[in-house]
């Protein structure tokens, strides 16, 4: 299938996604800093560069994108367009995400990751209910948490 608008827009668009500082990963942090809690954001010296990184706690956060990361969820569409690209590219991005775990783990990190979709779309939670569940786990001993979004 062709795409619909021409290579230009469609790379002016993509060019427009965002890496680092995405509404979810924002929303958690005003959320977490309102309660408190200091963190550094993007520490290029840990694997896989976590959002959100609490040194106190040993503990990061990952704000996933559903898409991006290949989540099973109402947020997850196989594009029609190139399949086998994007197909090779989620792939990828979830072999990436699973080295960064292992290594994370591996160096005594605790991890969380909140997904997209529990912070906006049809399945979301309420924004409290996820600050506070990944406060409460910060001051736990639990070495994961993920959260996503409402199931049913």
């Not at 292992?102 to 005594?108: D, E, K, P, R, Y």
């Amino acid at each position: 299938m062709v795409d619909i608008v021409p290579a230009d827009v469609r790379s002016r668009m993509m060019s427009g996604i965002r890496g680092t500082n995405t509404k979810p990963e924002l929303l958690l942090r005003k959320g977490l800093h309102g309660l408190g809690f200091r963190f550094r954001l993007h520490d290029r010296s840990l694997p896989g560069k976590p959002d959100v990184v609490f040194p106190r706690y040993r503990a990061v956060i990952f704000a996933h994108g559903c898409f991006w990361h290949g989540h099973d969820c109402h947020l997850f569409k196989w594009p029609s367009t190139r399949p086998e690209f994007w197909q090779a590219k989620i792939a990828r991005n979830r072999a990436v995400d699973e080295r960064t775990h292992a290594a994370l783990a591996q160096s005594g990190w605790r991890q969380a990751i909140v997904w997209e979709c529990a912070i906006k779309g049809k399945t979301r939670l309420p924004l409290d209910e996820v600050v506070l569940a990944c406060a409460a786990w910060l001051k736990s001993d639990s070495r994961r948490l993920e959260i996503r979004g409402k199931q049913g």
